[in-house]
């Protein structure tokens, strides 16, 4: 299946299984007043990401790599909950040189380049390959497998004229290492988990999302994966999910709340979503270029609460998390 169908329109909804690829070439980008864009201008307005965190006992590592075009960025860290130790690296590179990143489904080879360091995102069979190296040496290397989890993968209308396919999965099996902020290398384990996101589309202007993505074992020995998001100017139920053992369920839509300045409430109206985090460490990229703003925030957090719907009953207690907020502006 090719999610641009041949009307130059992109297929909506919720997809039983991943395209097998997306024909960008074949898109028609219409605008407002009706025009199509093509060429630059339609290049232009195209957006894509890849971006993967893994949690290795009380350590996160994150990872992505951003192309918009007249800009991209790659950052990668590693942060130690209990220590509350950090390394942190990021770079912009103008006009996306050094850096390719390619958005087909099922097989794609990305690359994101500023000196000392380089990461690598290769996909293929079903397994995702990810190595970061700084200069030449490895300070990640990974094997992530993506058999045995249902993939969310989802394409939705996004402002008068804009789209966004999205393509998720989590509590993913990890095999690989790391090098430490110490030097010392650390091998992944069977408790190791992964999440992959996978993005691109063309993006309203003046946006602002906010999202929750959170891997761990419950006290029962169960892979519990959940993805929450909300906008306030588009409805992104169908993209709300939870995994259990690799099973994807649908959840409904949620509101975002600060409550003091590191404590937020994410629920859904009826309250049987009702979740508590407490913010830790901070990150932020910022590019803005002319009239070109993105920005965004990224949170260590910890998440306690309830999700009940239809026949789900999961408790979260103090589990690591990752809270985002997204702006488009341009």
Known sequence: M????????????????VPSMINIDRYEHRVANGNILKGWRKRLQYKKYKFCFIQHENITIGLAIADMVWASYGYFYIYHHDKKEVFNWNAVNLLSRKTVLDEQPLFNQSYFENSPYQIQIQHANGVRYIQVTKFGEIQLSARIFCAGTQPLSVCKPYGETGWIYTQKLMT?????YFIDKQ???????????????DTCGFLSPNETLFTLSSNYWDRTGNRIGLYLTSNKKHDDSNENCLWINGQLYALPKVNVTQIQ???WHIHSDDKLIDLSLNL???RSEGIK??????QTHQWQVKVSGKIQHEELNVLLLDEYGLFEQYKFKE
């Open 183 to 197: 030097g010392e290398l650390i091998q992944f384990n069977d408790k190791t988990f992964a999440a992959l996101s």
């Open 2 to 17: 090719d999610l641009i169908q041949i009307n130059g329109q992109p297929r909506f909804g919720r997809f039983s299984i």
């Open 280 to 282: 830790n460490w901070h």
């Open 289 to 294: 270029l002319h009239l070109k703003h993105h």
């Open 172 to 176: 993913l099996n990890c095999e690989g």
């Open 261 to 263: 300045p590191e404590i």
